[in-house]
């Protein structure tokens, strides 16, 4: 019970800061709490996105390990939801059945269709980041932006006879409320980025080794 009124307490409190805070103090904690669900918006569809393109990675490279032959390969034997794995070696083979066409698969064409999956892919795995990167950045300064102005104007209506800490303190704890919002947002998004991060440059490497292995099937089949 007493935790409970201690909470209740300090949430009427930060009404009360609110209350006291100046229009550009207002203004700034509501772009920060528009960007912090935007960040978690973003950050809950890319950890979707990422553990969908995980699983069905892991269920196509089964698929295409278990053919014959690479050279087997047709979209048709893969329904359902595509993967970043069979983008890329949908494009290998369509080069290297180019190639053959004209008598001999060139592995450089096969490579080069390979970068350029890559590349797209992984464009594709880190969309959105910089979102989050931008939103873990600019917090702060945004906070910053509204304690200063805030102390800029309980300063700025000091009479010339000076002013008391009770005539100060209202404007100031408006204006720091600001900067304890922009941090509340930062922090943890922070923290979930990098994680998000983490999980990007692992699948990323997966996504390279696949491709590695997938080049070397080509060219060891293409010889035999």
Known sequence: MGNFGIDALAAIK???YFADSNFAGKMVIFVLVLLNCTAIA???SKFQEIKRA???NARDEKRINNLNSIFDYDNALFPGEGSPYLRICS???D???RGKQQGKVRMNYVENAIR???AEVGDGYEAKMYWLATIVSGAPFLGLLGTVWGVMD???TMDAGGATIEHLAPGVSG???TTVAALCVAIPIVFVYNGLLGMTRGAMTKLENFASNLADRIELEMDS
Request: aromatic residues 12%; positive net charge; charged residues 15%.
């Open 14 to 16: 930060i009404f009360e």
């Open 42 to 44: 973003l950050m809950w």
């Open 54 to 56: 995980l699983r069905n």
């Open 91 to 93: 494009r290998a083979m």
């Open 95 to 97: 080069a290297a059945h």
């Open 116 to 118: 350029r999956s890559l």
């Open 154 to 156: 309980a300063f700025g």
């Open 175 to 177: 204006a720091l409320l």
